[in-house]
């Protein structure tokens, strides 16, 4: 069974900085794409960033030049480094597979971005 548990969301001011981990219970960051989603109230889940099992990493227009992918596959773990953040950065954050796997999904972490 895959466990995936997000963590380091919080309070953050304009252009501040957050990074949030993703814990896997096995070793799926080292044999599959992982990704960062988001999620606002009413809203479906958005594509934030991505990384290949290579370690190829794209991210969404909105979070260009701010927002940096990385993993470290000896400890199952994908990390979301934000920088200079937005109040429409505020939402649920979420770590799945990419594509990903309806079961994977955890309780997310939430990020408010706010003065």
């Known amino acids: 069974q895959v466990r995936l548990v997000e963590s380091g969301g919080g309070l953050a001011q304009p252009g501040g900085s957050l990074r949030l981990s993703c814990a896997a219970s096995g070793s799926i960051t080292r044999i599959s794409a992982m990704a960062w989603y988001r999620r606002t109230p009413g809203n479906q889940r958005e594509l934030v960033a991505s990384i290949t099992t290579g370690g190829s990493t794209n991210v969404a227009d909105s979070v260009k030049g701010r927002f940096t992918i990385s993993r470290d596959n000896a400890k199952n773990t994908v990390y979301l480094q934000m920088n200079s953040l937005k109040p429409e950065d505020t939402a649920v954050y979420y770590c799945?597979?990419?594509?990903?796997?309806?079961?994977?999904w955890g309780q997310g972490t939430q990020v408010t971005v706010s003065s």
């Open positions: 799945n597979t990419i594509p990903y796997f309806p079961s994977y």
